[in-house]
């Protein structure tokens, strides 16, 4: 193993900049899992003091926002930044979830062949993103492979293997072609064209989330959502946020990472998957051949933008860590191969710079 150096990673920096002593671990975040505050709200340096909100469950998981503002402001003023982050995030969800009937992707999955549907400008940039993300991975990346979700969802629930005219009907059912944007309205090319915003809507939610951070004026902020996360300045105790990367084979920390100005997102089969026949089947499908992606246990990934690491993180579940080579700058992952008995952990180059120990 090579020697890990103790540097902190700001991507806006660009480089990394060497940490000038680690101090104590200010903040723990699983990546599944409740954050752990190691200090508390009373916690001051450079006059930023640190507040922390949990909602209650947003998008079928916990979530936690920490923002840290200047101590001279008003502690009210700060709760209703939290609960205006706390309303963003149950806006997202409420526009873009498949769960809920009358989201407006649902009534877009749902439309008629030839209907236009008027969506919000959040929703309609969230969809062309994910476009744009289709072909930036090579079709890796696709949500518009909703029916086959729904076909191995159901598959799951049953303990029944889809057969392969389903599959390849499915897989068939819905593409980009079959969308056709203008404006802020969709209008579908066939009734079965469906999408399923299940690998971004988190990503997106959290963008929005660390904007209203920062548009009320806060020095730093960071935004959990079921461990996929992003972060801004630093906590008032430590030089960056210190996040655990959890073991996809036990409740065990496998890394931990201080990072700045960045998001952390990770994907994989082991917290979501199916038993059929006794084997484990992923949630992440492989849009290309309509089957689930090959046991990855998790990938996690580091980008400037929580929407580009949940992308990617759920890309590189399906591509493999071939998928290394495709990756533009900016973009770190790590990833756990193999079985329990014999895993072992890959990492791009750059990866290393925020590995903690
Ligand atoms: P994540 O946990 O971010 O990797 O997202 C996984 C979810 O994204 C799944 O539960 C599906 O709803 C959806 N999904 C599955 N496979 C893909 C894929 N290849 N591209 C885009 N979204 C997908
Ligand atoms: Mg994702």
């Not at 526009?95 to 992707?105: P, R, Y």
């Not at 951070?213 to 906590?235: A, E, S, Y």
Request: net charge negative; glycine share 8%.
């Amino acid at each position: 193993m090579p020697k890990i150096r103790r540097e902190k990673y700001d991507r806006r920096a660009g480089l990394p900049a060497r940490l000038i002593g680690m101090g104590a671990i200010v903040i723990v975040v699983l990546l599944v899992g409740i954050g752990l505050w190691k200090t508390h709200e009373s916690a001051q340096r450079l006059n930023g003091k640190l507040y922390t909100h949990r909602p209650r469950r947003i998008m079928g998981t916990e979530s936690t926002i920490y923002a840290v503002a200047d101590a001279r402001r008003k502690a009210e003023e700060i709760h209703d930044v939290l609960m205006e982050v706390e309303e963003v995030l149950r806006s997202v969800e409420s526009k873009m979830s498949v769960w809920l009937q009358d989201s407006e992707i649902s009534r877009l999955n749902a439309a008629q062949e030839g209907e236009w549907i008027q969506l919000s400008h959040e929703t309609t940039a969230v969809l062309l993103r994910a476009r744009e993300a289709y072909y930036d991975t090579n079709g890796a990346f696709d949500i518009t492979c909703s029916p086959l979700v729904e076909v191995w969802k159901r598959a799951g629930r049953q303990g029944v293997l889809p057969e392969k005219e389903e599959i390849e009907s499915a897989r068939n059912a819905s593409s980009w072609d079959d969308f056709e944007f203008r404006d802020n309205r969709v209008k579908k090319h066939s009734d079965r064209a469906r999408v399923d915003l299940g690998g971004i809507a988190k990503g997106s939610a959290i963008d929005r989330a660390i904007a209203v951070l920062q548009r009320h004026g806060c020095i730093g902020g960071l935004v959990d959502i079921g461990g996929d996360l992003r972060c801004f300045g630093t906590p008032p105790v430590g030089e960056g946020w210190d996040v655990e990367i959890r073991n996809p084979f036990s409740e065990g920390v496998l890394k931990k990472i201080q990072v700045v100005n960045s998001a952390v997102c990770t994907s994989g089969n082991y917290a979501r998957f199916s038993i059929i026949d006794g084997l484990r089947y992923s949630h992440i499908i492989d849009p290309r051949t309509g089957m689930p992606a090959e046991n990855i246990p998790s990938v996690t990934v580091i980008a400037e933008d929580a929407v580009s690491a949940d992308i990617r993180a759920t890309a590189l579940s399906v591509t493999g860590k071939e998928g290394i080579e495709h990756l533009p700058r900016g973009i770190e992952a790590l990833f756990v191969t193999g079985t329990e008995e014999n895993y072992s952990v890959i990492t791009t180059p750059g990866f290393q710079y925020v590995l903690a120990e």
